[in-house]
């Protein structure tokens, strides 16, 4: 059983950072890629950032320059530094891997989700 748990997530001010995290545990054989992606209020989920199992990058426009992601393959986990949050960030943040098992069986994996809210 593989499962994603995500820490982080509060209210910041408009130009404020944050960072988000997400660690996966359980019996895995290995990741691949991994990601973060958002839904805003009322919107459909869109991509934020991906990093693939060598550390390539992959960022929306709308967050270049502003956001990295990056990943740590010894403790699983998937990081996300937001710098110089915009009116239109708030949204649900979810981390995605796709995720080998030691049984050998590949899935994506989410996780629950950690809301951001920008606000003075």
């Known amino acids: 059983q593989v499962q994603r748990v995500e820490s982080g997530g509060v209210l910041v001010q408009p130009g404020g950072s944050l960072r988000v995290s997400c660690t996966a545990s359980?019996?895995?054989?290995?990741?691949?890629?991994m990601g973060w992606y958002r839904q805003p209020p009322g919107k459909e989920r869109e991509l934020v950032a991906t990093i693939t199992s060598s550390g390539r990058t992959n960022y929306a426009d709308s967050v270049k320059g502003r956001f990295t992601i990056s990943r740590d393959n010894a403790k699983n986990t998937v990081s996300l530094q937001m710098n110089s949050l915009e009116p239109e960030d708030p949204a649900a943040y979810y981390c995605?891997?796709?995720?080998?098992?030691?049984?050998?069986?590949?899935?994506?994996?989410w996780g629950r989700g950690t809301l951001v809210t920008v606000s003075s």
């Open positions: 995605t891997s796709r995720i080998t098992s030691v049984l050998m069986r590949t899935a994506d994996y």
């Open positions: 359980g019996r895995i054989f290995s990741i691949g890629d």
